[in-house]
């Protein structure tokens, strides 16, 4: 069967610069796709490169798509080349729309809300809190590590003194974070962060530090696997497994402990079900800022695939200008 294609690229403006470790991001860019089958059937799919996550770029997303011909068959959707990730996800999310399987559920996800950076945290996580987010994640290794940590400790306190205060009295009311270094810290740096968050799980009920995802660079795995192993707060991989064949090196090499996925960038969703179906990981799915379309695609593997219950990091369309 062959399907008609159609594309057009977009941007979305953040309400607030999106600061990280890699630096500041002002506008999401990408694609939104569509396959008309002969029944006049139509399925959506989105293209959300993220190229410093080791994605094509947005620029190589386009040109492979006006090479394509307005008509595409199934073995061209599903023989795109490993190097384009983002269009593989795009393309089969569409197909995949077009063929589905049983209907999934999505209401039984919860999801952890991204939180600013900074100073502003102090102020914003209640808000998050009250719209029903339990799971908050804040991005470190952006500023100085000692202002960081001064903030986090005062975000702490503000918290536990809230919770005594209205109520939230039940473990299963408790407050989880998780802290996203994007690569940023250094050995030591990371060692600090970790010898607060086992202290905070320790002497804290209501409030527990779930994870420090991605503390270190790619390029220091062993000394990842070396932290895994010094403190009792979990740890994440996020950059090291951007792609299937990352994900596969980490999990050869040991990695116990959580994987994050971003279905988006990923590559195809096939492939990635067969990985998880045939190895027992502790994954979070996660955003990469892309549009309804391509959220309804991600959260869709993740019903199919989280193995534990854990929020899926797909609570951020409060950073745009318009959701």
């Known amino acids: 069967m062959n399907y008609q294609f159609q594309f057009e690229p977009y941007q979305r403006a953040f309400k607030t610069p999106l600061k990280t470790a890699h630096g500041i991001w002002k506008t999401r860019t990408g694609i939104i796709l569509n396959l008309t089958d002969e029944k006049g059937y139509i399925g959506w799919g989105e293209i959300a490169p993220l190229s410093w996550f080791g994605s094509e770029t947005l620029e190589d997303a386009i040109a492979f798509c006006q090479q394509l011909p307005s008509f595409i068959s199934i073995e061209t959707i599903f023989t795109i080349p490993d190097n384009l990730p983002a269009c593989q996800f795009g393309f089969e999310s569409a197909f995949n729309q077009l063929n589905p399987n049983p209907s999934v559920d999505l209401s039984q996800l919860h999801y952890s809300g991204l939180l600013p950076t900074g100073k502003t945290v102090l102020t914003a996580w209640k808000t998050l809190f009250q719209q029903g987010y339990h799971t908050l994640k804040w991005k470190i290794g952006v500023d100085d590590i000692t202002e960081e940590i001064n903030i986090f400790q005062q975000l702490i306190n503000q918290e536990t003194r809230f919770l005594q205060e209205t109520g939230f009295l039940s473990p299963s009311q408790k407050i989880y974070f998780r802290l996203d270094a994007n690569g940023g810290l250094t050995f030591e ?23 420090l995802e991605q503390p270190l660079s790619i390029s220091k795995f062993d000394l990842m696997l070396e932290l895994c192993d010094r403190y009792s707060t979990p740890l994440a991989l996020d950059e090291s497994v951007a792609n299937l064949q990352q994900l596969n090196s980490c999990y050869q090499q040991g990695w116990s402990d959580i994987f994050v996925i971003k279905p988006a ?22 955003s990469v800022f892309e549009t309804d379309i391509g959220q309804q695609s991600a959260l869709k593997l993740a019903s199919e695939l989280l193995l534990y219950d854990r929020a899926v990091g797909f609570g951020i369309n409060h950073w745009f200008i318009e959701y």
């Open 265 to 286: 960038i990923f590559g195809s969703p096939k492939k990635l079900k067969n990985f998880c179906q045939n190895n027992q990981i502790d994954s979070v799915f996660s």
């Open 189 to 211: 740096q990371a060692q600090r962060w970790l010898e607060i968050c086992d202290l905070i799980n320790i002497n804290q009920e209501l409030i527990e530090i779930e994870f």
